[in-house]
């Protein structure tokens, strides 16, 4: 991947017949796939300017998913403030529209305190709400959800996703089978209002985001080194004992498979592991072939955001320092 994207920090507006200067607050957004390097340049970045982290992950969000979202120590959290970080238990939802609520009213109370908001994660949904926006689509049907999970359980998810594909086949050819979160958002906003969730999302309302905000795509240019990043960091995860959290967390008779917070990557094939449905080789294989593709999801999803930078943190260090000074000296 090349860093020829042009730099999300917006120049100011022109100045001449009266026109004013882009005045919104600054903020910086670290993304990028898993394991690139976005936690550790976002604690420097942080600690340089005396400012805090808030965390766009949609593992971290939850209590007790520690070792295997490789969430932040302790000790870094005292050190360096991070928001949104263990504020669901594992067992609730928590969703891309409350993230972007949270995130912004978080980006705000910084920018009032004189502090740059450093916006570090790879959540992409999570990314997409807090800058673009949400349709404003039809809130949560507790029944008509419970209705379509237990279809789910007597029908089967593919089943439900060829009924989906049935009355909104761009919705489908977008979500994956595999994806019973999604298939059951878009089932039940099908089963609500009668309208394709796809023509809801089309129908997203164009905005201002009240920042000027410097994206970072942050992505080793060789794939393989990405690749050799996440096998030695999953095998650090099982060394510090990943299972062992797992094991802990099914403990909470609250907790089943299907939720959001143990369908987190490596957290779905710890549980199968330990179901007894999967061996230990088999448990580590699978675990890092679904971070892999998460990867590639996830690189999927940042070349749709065009005025990001694509750096190397590991090679373009120099121009990644080149980034932040120029962006930083526009307050």
Request: hydrophobic letters at 45%; aromatic letters at 6%.
């Amino acid at each position: 991947m090349t860093s020829t994207t042009n730099c999300a920090a917006p120049v100011p507006e022109a100045t001449g017949h009266g026109a004013k200067a882009d005045a919104r607050p600054l903020a910086i957004a670290l993304m990028g796939p898993t394991a690139s390097g976005k936690t550790a340049l976002a604690l420097e970045w942080a600690a340089r300017l005396g400012t805090e982290v808030i965390s766009v992950d949609s593992a971290l969000v939850y209590r007790g998913l520690d070792i295997g979202a490789a969430k932040p120590d302790r000790e870094t959290l005292r050190r360096v403030r991070h928001h949104l970080v263990d504020i669901r238990d594992p067992h609730q939802v928590y969703s891309a529209a409350d993230f972007a609520t949270d995130a912004l009213s978080a980006m705000t109370a910084l920018a009032a305190a004189g502090k740059v908001p450093i916006l570090a994660g790879g959540t992409g949904l999570y990314f997409h709400a807090l800058l673009h926006g949400l349709s404003t689509m039809p809130e949560a049907d507790p029944e008509i959800r419970a209705r379509l999970i237990e279809e789910a359980q007597s029908r089967g998810w593919e089943a439900l996703h060829r009924e989906l594909a049935d009355h909104d086949p761009a919705a489908a050819d977008r979500i994956h089978r595999n994806d019973p979160q999604r298939i059951v958002r878009a089932l039940e906003v099908w089963r609500l209002t009668g309208v394709p969730i796809s023509e809801w999302q089309s129908a997203r309302q164009a905005r201002k985001f009240p920042f000027r905000v410097l994206k970072l795509a942050l992505a080793p240019t060789d794939r393989a080194v990405l690749h050799a990043r996440i096998e030695a960091r999953f095998d650090a995860m099982l060394a510090a004992g990943f299972l062992d959290e797992v094991r802990m967390l099914r403990r909470d008779t609250r907790l089943h498979p299907d939720l959001p917070a143990m369908r987190a990557v490596g957290y779905r094939q710890a549980w199968a592991h330990l179901d007894g449905a999967i061996d230990a080789g088999q448990f580590r294989d699978q675990a890092l072939a679904a971070t892999r593709q998460l990867a590639k999801r996830q690189f999927t999803w940042l070349r749709g955001e065009l005025d990001a930078r694509w750096i190397d943190p590991a090679v373009d260090k120099a121009e990644l320092e080149a980034s932040f000074q120029l962006f930083i000296t526009r307050r």
